[in-house]
């Protein structure tokens, strides 16, 4: 006979389906952001080779094609489980080192296009905000992109002057 009271009921935690969903969701998103990434940085993160050669074909795919992949890089992912915290850190890091690249980048196109329009008030700002950068340089650089401007030619001083000011603000 099967005796009941001697054993102990032991109930094994399942995770209920919404729960499931949402961790294959969020495992879908990360499948998404991991292959938005370019190759190289792909190989500095630390993927199982099955899961880097899933993504690497994920990126050259059609859209049924790509729907299947993506099914097959949350199956990796899911088997996994330990490193999805590290790929997430890692696409994090990367995420706010482009934003700062972004800003940066914003932030030289606006001094460039206000060094250009306003002329020498705004190049008296800019030398008191960094005072490392070449007032010289950066005074001529203008003269000759209002001169380029004036003149319809290509704007080979603008460039410059770009470059010269993203030097100065990045580093």
Not at 116 to 142: H, N
Not at 143 to 155: H, T, Y
Request: contains cysteine; proline residues 3%; glycine residues 2%.
């Amino acid at each position: 006979m099967y005796d009941t009271e001697s054993e102990e009921f032991q109930g094994v935690e399942r995770v209920n389906r919404t729960q499931q969903k949402r961790e294959i969701s969020e495992l879908h998103d990360l499948a998404r952001s991991l292959a938005r990434l370019e190759p190289a940085a792909l190989e500095k993160m630390d993927l199982p080779k099955e899961l880097f050669n899933a993504l690497i074909s994920v990126q050259k795919m059609k859209h049924g094609a790509e729907k299947r992949q993506f099914k097959f890089i949350v199956k990796l992912l899911r088997q996994s489980q330990d490193d999805t915290d590290s790929f997430i850190e890692t696409i994090s890091e990367l995420d706010a080192k482009k934003e700062e690249q972004d800003k940066n980048f914003h932030r030289t196109e606006r001094w460039r296009d206000r060094l250009i329009a306003d002329g020498q008030d705004a190049v008296t700002e800019f030398m008191a905000t960094y005072p490392q950068a070449d007032v010289s340089q950066i005074r001529q650089l203008v003269r000759n992109a209002n001169k380029e401007l004036l003149q319809n030619k290509p704007p080979k001083s603008s460039r410059a002057l770009f470059k010269l000011l993203r030097d100065v603000i990045c580093h």
